[in-house]
């Protein structure tokens, strides 16, 4: 690692302290091993082609849609999450429910987005929106616009009318929702409430692995031109880094594979320190 490389990782080591937590009743050397791990992860994550860099150029790609989040719940027909968006026409109370779909729950950034969402029932939010294989829109992240509802109408950011919605998201399924009755001077109408929030469905388990078939795909990622015996020390230290949910099912594959896109040649100090520490 080069020294503007070494000084750029300043930061990374200051959050894997905090992350890691005090050294407490662990060995120091346990601690640090664990801080450096956690610093290298951050690193290689926010490094040209790791995976948080990846997910904020393709997110940066993606068509923002606002508007006030009426619904957010399973499909469970098409095992995704379904979200639907109420957008004002521009012309005076009146407005569309547009509805958008998310990738399959099998995917943690799915899963992420509903959870999101349901926390987010009857706000203004925003979704970042991009298209899949077939050309319908996808929603890939979802966060809090800090815009509410005023004087009981609909509100929209500048451009996100439904006219604008239809045109950048066109065939997506939409509804006209009926302009309120006025009400009568004497007896004004009081505001609806909310829908209640909906539990969080389990994610299908179709789309889930375990460790042990999960770890096949990680293997045939691991560059195939290394010895077989490194390439092993590789995937026993990638091992490490698994997370698994209560089903015993692995949650960070997509991490764990571009980590081993990342990995370090066998001839480097730190290739020599995997082998060492993870011995074949």
Known sequence: MSNASAVGMTPWVSLAVQAVGPTGDRPYDAWLAEVERTA?????MSAPGGSTALQAEALSSCLPVAGVLTQAH??????????????????????REHTFLTEGLAHRRA???LERAQSLIGKGVRLLLTAGGSGEQRVLHISDSGERERNGGPWSEQGATT??????????????????????PVAPVAPASPPAPVETPTPPTAGGVTWEEGSVS???????????????????????RVRVDDRGLVINLDQLIDLAHQLPDPDTPRGKDIAARHPA
């Open 111 to 113: 899963r992420d987005v």
């Open 163 to 184: 006219a604008s919605v239809q045109q950048a998201t066109a065939p997506v399924q939409e509804h006209q929702r009926p302009a309120a009755p006025t009400p009568a």
């Open 40 to 44: 290298v992860d951050l690193w290689l």
């Open 218 to 240: 990680v293997w045939r990622n691991i560059d195939r031109s290394w010895p077989k015996e490194y390439r092993t020390s590789c995937l026993l230290s990638l091992r490490e």
């Open 74 to 95: 399973v499909d469970g027909g098409q095992g995704r999450a379904r979200l639907v968006l109420r957008v004002p026409d521009g012309e005076g109370d009146d407005s």
